[in-house]
Every structure is written in C-alpha cells, then in structure tokens.
C-alpha cells in the first residue's frame, strides 16, 4: 500500500519537497533511489515482502500566506491543523493516498441524520480503461447514492503502479464529497481488508494463438489468489462482481477459494450484455429502450450466451408478440447480442470500456435498490438451488430479483421452450467443461481440459 503527499499517518520520517504552481516535478518510480530535483527531494524504500513494494513518498509545502500549511511529522499529536479545525478532530488513517490521508468526521448528528456508515469498495484492475470510467461514477453517489460516504481501495500491478497513482491523484482532484478515502496498493491482502464490496476487473486478455483453455488457467491463478485474499480479510459479507474474462469460470475460482464468504455473494458480470439485448429489442421495436423489460441472459459470458426473447416484453407485451419475425429473434438477434463486443472492437480499435463500466454501475445498484415490480435483471451466480434445472456448482447467468439489501433471489415465473432449453444446455455444457479445466483450482483434483469448442469471449475477435 501507498502513503502519498500531502499527508503521512503516525511515526512515519519525512522530506522535504515543495510544490509550486503551475508546474510539478514527476518522478518514475523505481525500487530503492532517491532522485533530487531543483527545490525537491523524494526519498523512496522499497521492500520485497509479501507480494507487494512498500513505498513512503513524503511531501511538505512551502508555508504560503495567509493559509498555514500541514507539515508531515514524526508523531500524530505534533501536525498542524487547519485554520478552524481543533487537531483532536483530524482523523488519521495508517494507509492512505495524498488528501484522504487526513480527513474530518462527520458530526455525530450529521452522520444519523444525513450520511450514511462509510463503505469500503475494492477495485482490481483499478489503473485500466475500464475503471477509469467506474471509478469516478463510484465517488460520485451514482451507484450507492447521494448520501453514501465511500472509502476507495484500488488494486493495482507494480507494472501499473504509476498509472494507478495518477488515477487516485484524479481522483483527489474531483473533490468528490462522498469520496472520504482512497488506498491504492498492489497486494490483494492489503488492499482488501475489511472491504464490503469487491470489484475483480483485472485479467490477462487473451493474446493471438492463445487457446480458451490457456486463458482459463492464466486467469483463474489471478482469482484464486484473489479468492483467498478477499476469505482472509474482507468483510464476511462481501459483495465479490467478477468482471475479468473468462467471468463466469473466474468466479467460480474465486467462491471456492473463499470458503468463508458465502457463495451466493459472488457474481459474474453479464449485464452488459442483457443491454446490448435490450438496446437491439428497442431498435428492432421502433421503440426507446427504456420500454423494453423482463430481459435475460442466460448461461455463460462467452458466445453461447442466450439472450431470452421469449420472457422479455414490450410495453408489457411479450417481445414475440411485438416482434413476430421469428427467424429474426432467433439468428439475426441472438448472434448480434453474442458478437457485439467483437464488432465493436473492429469499430472501435478496443474493447468496451465505457459500456462496461455502466453495466457493472447497472449490476449493483439492481442489488441495492429493489427491483421494479414484475421486472428482473440478469447475473451470473452460483447455480445451487436455482429451479430451472441448471446444473449445480458452477456459475450461470440467470433471471433474479433484489429487495434492495444487497441479496437477490431466483424468478421462478419464467417460460421455457425447446429452442430455449436446447440453448442454455449448450452454454450450461460448455461452463461445466470449463469447471474441469481449472479443477486444480478449485481444489477439485486435477484438471482435465476437453472444452466443446473453442468459443471466443464477446469482447474477442
């Protein structure tokens, strides 16, 4: 984990280093230096313990009138407080980035009445182009609302360390009210202590020549290791959105490596895709999208996904009963939903980034807000007790409902026909033929890789 200018936690030695405006010298962080610059000195440690490098930056500020400035100093009762502010009310943090090292808590009274308990959401992969999208609609109240204090712990690469320290200095930047905390580190058992909420969107994409069955284990040493982390130091109720590919088999690692979080917590995420559904049900409809409901996704997140057209509806009006061209919903629709990742990225020149931040924003807060009446939303999850008849112990995508509270249970009103069942028995094969290819994993034996075919990720071309 990171301590970060401008301020430091107790018992932690300091340098100087001034700041000018407009301008500031940039070091490249590298292992055991110290660089000086013109009117600067960085002092850096490194260690090699565990799985992470250990870093101290310490910053001061030229004293600039008529504000005082904070100085970093040996001992907690010795810094300076702000203007106003009495020094017993500043609250400090042992780990912690630039600003949200020091802040003030909330009144007693302004906590019951206005705010919330803070939460503490853990990103992984927080230094990509995904995150760079999610994690400013995290601080700014749009997922968990507008009186909901959050604490940021964003898990990084030592690759992509300084790019994740760019991101959490945006971040200090936006001056985002809600947001009292960030941490930025690149150790999963540091950075997701006590977290409520784990975001997993770091993975390997799958390179030229590499097969499924090599991503799979590539990917799945990532989310057993993380699995582990998150059983041994997160909240025991840890919400865990597995977004990193391949989602559904990832998450499944991931619960086995966490006997201690129950397994109905973790999620695959397939939400983008049930918006992709809805958008081309709306277009083919000549209706705005927000009409279209009752749409999922079921099965895994690769190109055997089922996007339903039987269940969804219109206007309340099954969607075979607004669209009656057949062949359409049953060619023409499901493959679009199945490939739209890949089109865009010949489009595009990269994978979804924007879309897919969105959806994982769709994804909690259809967990924390209660589902409209009549209306479900589509997850991956583990599939024991789920009454359809879907194999137990893996995770599928399946129509579910949420009271709001974080939990979600099963739709139990759904339709099934022989196209329908014949479909998700395809995706259902295919994710327990995975489930085999990472059994040493799971802790299930030795591996046995015999995919049904080589089926490519949406996001893949």
């Given at each position: 984990m990171t301590l970060y200018p401008l301020f430091l936690p107790p018992k932690t030695s300091?340098?100087?280093?001034?700041?000018?405006?407009?301008?500031?010298?940039?070091?490249?962080?590298?292992?055991?230096?110290?660089?000086?610059?013109?009117?600067?000195?960085?002092?850096?440690?490194?260690?090699?313990?565990?799985?992470?490098?250990?870093r101290r930056l310490s910053f001061r500020h030229r004293?600039?009138?008529?504000?005082?400035?904070?100085?970093?100093?040996?001992?907690?009762?010795?810094?300076?407080?702000?203007?106003?502010?009495?020094?017993?009310?500043?609250?400090?943090k042992p780990e912690c980035f630039g600003v949200f090292c020091l802040t003030y808590?909330?009144?007693?009274?302004?906590?019951?009445?206005?705010?919330?308990?803070?939460?503490?959401?853990?990103?992984?992969?927080?230094?990509?182009?995904?995150?760079?999208?999610?994690?400013?609609?995290?601080?700014?109240?749009?997922?968990?609302?507008?009186?909901?204090?959050?604490?940021?712990?964003?898990?990084?690469?030592?690759?992509?360390f300084g790019a994740l320290e760019g991101v959490a200095m945006e971040l200090e930047d936006s001056l985002y009210p809600l947001l009292?905390?960030?941490?930025?580190?690149?150790?999963?058992?540091?950075?997701?202590?006590?977290?409520?909420?784990?975001?997993?969107?770091?993975?390997?994409?799958?390179?030229?020549?590499?097969?499924?069955?090599?991503?799979?284990?590539?990917?799945?040493?990532?989310?057993?290791?993380?699995?582990?982390?998150?059983?041994?130091?997160?909240s025991p109720n840890v919400k865990v959105m597995v977004v990193g590919n391949p989602c559904n088999t990832n998450a499944l690692i991931c619960l086995k490596n966490a006997p201690n979080i129950p397994a109905k917590n973790f999620h695959a995420l397939t939400r983008l895709d049930e918006n992709r559904a809805k958008c081309q049900l709306a277009l083919k409809a000549g209706v705005f999208y927000d009409k279209v409901s009752n749409v999922t996704i079921w099965g895994n997140h690769s190109t055997t996904q089922v996007p339903d057209f039987l269940n969804a509806k219109i206007h309340g009006i099954p969607v075979p009963?607004?669209?009656?061209?057949?062949?359409?919903?049953?060619?023409?629709?499901?493959?679009?939903?199945?490939?739209?990742?890949?089109?865009?990225?010949?489009?595009?020149?990269?994978?979804?980034?924007a879309s897919t931040a969105v959806s994982i924003v769709d994804a909690i807060r259809s967990l924390v807000t209660p589902t409209p009446e009549g209306d479900w939303f589509s997850t991956g999850v583990y599939t024991n007790g789920n009454p359809?008849?879907?194999?137990?112990?893996?995770?599928?995508?399946?129509?579910?409902?949420?009271?709001?509270?974080?939990?979600?249970?099963?739709?139990?009103?759904?339709?099934?026909?022989?196209?329908?069942?014949?479909?998700?028995?395809?995706?259902?094969?295919?994710?327990?033929?995975e489930k085999k290819c990472v059994a040493h994993l799971t802790g299930e034996g030795i591996a046995v890789c015999d995919l049904p075919e080589d089926t490519m990720l949406p996001g893949e071309v």
């Open positions: 300091c340098h100087p280093f001034t700041l000018f405006a407009p301008s500031m010298a940039v070091a490249d962080l590298n292992p055991a230096y110290t660089t000086d610059f013109t009117n600067s000195k960085i002092s850096y440690v490194s260690s090699s313990a565990r799985l992470s490098h250990h004293p600039r009138s008529p504000t005082p400035a904070i100085r970093c100093s040996v001992t907690s009762d010795q810094i300076q407080a702000p203007v106003g502010v009495d020094a017993k009310d500043l609250k400090q808590d909330l009144k007693a009274e302004d906590q019951t009445k206005s705010w919330k308990k803070m939460i503490n959401v853990a990103v992984s992969g927080a230094a990509g182009m995904i995150s760079n999208h999610l994690l400013f609609k995290l601080a700014s109240g749009e997922v968990f609302g507008p009186d909901q204090p959050i604490a940021l712990k964003l898990l990084g690469s030592e690759r992509s009292r905390e960030v941490s930025i580190g690149i150790d999963p058992y540091e950075v997701f202590q006590d977290a409520e909420w784990a975001l997993l969107i770091g993975a390997k994409p799958r390179g030229p020549g590499m097969e499924r069955a090599g991503l799979l284990d590539i990917n799945g040493q990532i989310f057993a290791e993380q699995g582990k982390a998150l059983n041994a130091v997160a009963e607004v669209i009656r061209d057949r062949k359409w919903l049953e060619e023409e629709f499901t493959h679009m939903v199945q490939t739209r990742g890949g089109v865009l990225i010949k489009k595009w020149g990269r994978s979804s980034a359809y008849g879907i194999a137990e112990d893996i995770v599928f995508s399946m129509p579910c409902r949420s009271n709001g509270d974080g939990e979600y249970e099963f739709v139990k009103d759904v339709l099934f026909d022989d196209y329908l069942r014949k479909k998700i028995k395809k995706s259902e094969d295919e994710l327990l033929a």
